[in-house]
């Protein structure tokens, strides 16, 4: 048997972070496109346009990630399409986040006071421009927390996209512990590894909150 | 000797000291008004003898109870003296009537039955034995203070401490919690009430405690210290009142 | 498009279902129950408990909500044992989901803690009870009504999250999809069936927690 330092490992499982972090950030970004759209829809005044997103919020809110992925991974397939695991997980993560993202944001927009609506309508501006003048200037701003609150679960999710074949920090931790039967070791290091990629965003998101109440109060 | 000693009673907060050595003896069955200026220390004094401010310095004594700064003490303390909020504190999830047993099984392991039983006495006693069922937020103000008379009397203090019992209430809901101190007074509890209601602490009390600063700047009795102020802070104090009423 | 649904093997499997169903189910009705146990004390320890806790408390939740699931679950069930604790799949997985849903619904009830009213804590004090029998009688239960919401939503996580206990061969639903998939081949249908299934457990989840709230807290809304 070979024997591995420390080192060997950590380094190995530092390689396969990168993927996590690759991935992550696809996930996010892409989410948050896709999670534009679907927040669009869901504010629309359009009813049936109001479902279809209520639909898609509820139907990926309320099913397991871990099947979003085997569907995506196995469901494209029957398309003639030849799915890789990075894009299965790409996509089943994107459109994960986009719903969790939609709904986070959509709390946002509802949070602006009615007259904000109602003051630029007056106005004279149609739907997108007071979206795009009075709306979203000030729901970005109570927006960033949670959207920062929530990269961390998208860097958890990033997880069980091992368990559908792609390579990244968890499924280097099994293969690492499978070659050196130190799983207590392995899967300490993953965990920490995790911790240091989560751990900032978590505690930036708590600090944007708490300055964003600080100013609220200040009001 | 006295039933509650206070004595050279200091308490800072930082470098705020907002009672600067405070002296008063209350006899039994001796009704209290407290009355001063906004920030004067009036509710300190009060959170000190029920032991929700720890003081700096001095000792406070409730039938021979000293007020210390651990477990023990503080309940024996708390188990004589009673206390009245402005803002009522009624405990939300429970009932009025569970509000008033609450405290009697949890502090003094009563029985369920038998708390029912002196439940249902005290909010008779404050005139609510229909609302027994009712949660806080189906009373009316008056009512939820008068159930936190009752919560309070159920635990069988032998003092009230009252913080500006009626000030929370509308106008037409201050008759109705006065009434029930004026009784309270009548069968010989001990009170010492915060109070802005000027007729009140003249009609019920024994004597007046005015508060200037920190300090007990004037005490005696109602009649003498309304008709007869002797310092002109209380003298201002008493115009300033006067002229609102 | 060419490929044909082929559902035929659902009665054949019904039984795989079933138990996978049955499984999930449990384990989500242990982690709910005591994971939210564990969160209270922890919650209470991180507001109100002694100082010495506090930071034990926090290190506890932070490396939770910090870390995925999956991870929790592989180093229970592959680390602990070569610490010489052994434990078998459905005991790791109920451990995992206990020790994960604790330390969210810590910070979730925490929460609801800090927004009681001062006047509570004292009103408590003033009736001679000592702190904790005033957040066990008087803060505790208007402090869960408050975050109700937020707390069911995080148990439907955690049962939806559950599906990787899979993972270390714990028969749960996803398990009989996998099952099923491996005999069958016929992959797209059975995750489209268990993920359905999925959903109805999330929906009827969050009705069986709504209705748990209006019995627990016949009071509506405590401010
Ligand atoms: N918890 C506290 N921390 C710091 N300062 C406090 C605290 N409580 C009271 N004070 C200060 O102590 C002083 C006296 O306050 P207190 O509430 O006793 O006045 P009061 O006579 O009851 O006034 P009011 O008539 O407005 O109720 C005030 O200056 C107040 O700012
Ligand atoms: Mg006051």
Redesign the interface.
Known sequence: MIEFTLWDILRNLLLAARWTIVLSLVSFVGGGLVGLLILFLRISPKTWLNWLARGYIELFQGTPLLMQLFIAFFGLGLFGIDVPAWLAAGVALILWSAAFLAEIWRGCVEAIAKGQWEASASLGMGRLQQMRYVILPQALKIALPPTVGFSVQVIKGTSLTSIIGFVELSKAGSVVTNATFLPFTVYGLVALLYFALCWPLSKSSQILERKLNVAHRNH | MSLIEITEVRKSFGDNEVLKGINLDVEPGEVIAIIGKSGSGKSTLLRCI???ESITSGSIQVAGAQLLDD?LH??AL??KV??I?Q?F?????LTAGGNVM??QM??KKVAKADAEVMARKMLERVGLAHKFDA?P?ELSGGQQQRV?IA??LA?QPIALLCDEITSALDPELVAEVLAVVRELAREGMTLLMVTHEMKFARDVCSRVVFMHQGRVHEIGPPEEVFANPKTPELRQFIGMVDETV | MSYQFDFAWASQYAPQIAKGIMITVELTVVGGLLGVALGTACAWSRALGPSWLKPVVATYVELIRNTPFLIQLFFIFFGLPSLGVQMNELTAANIAMVINLGAYSCEIIRAGIQATPKGQFEAGASLAMTPFETFRHVVLVPSLQRIWPALSSQVVIVMLGSAVVSQIAVEDLTFAANFIQSRTFRAFEAYIVSTLIYLALAILLRQAMRGIGTILFPKRAAR
């Not at chain 2, 504190?89 to 999830?93: A, G, T």
Request: charged letters at 20%; proline letters at 4%.
């Open positions: 029920n032991g929700l477990e503080l309940k708390r188990l009673g206390m909020f803002q504190n009624l405990f939300p999830h609450l405290s949890v502090v949660f937020d936190a919560r309070a635990m």
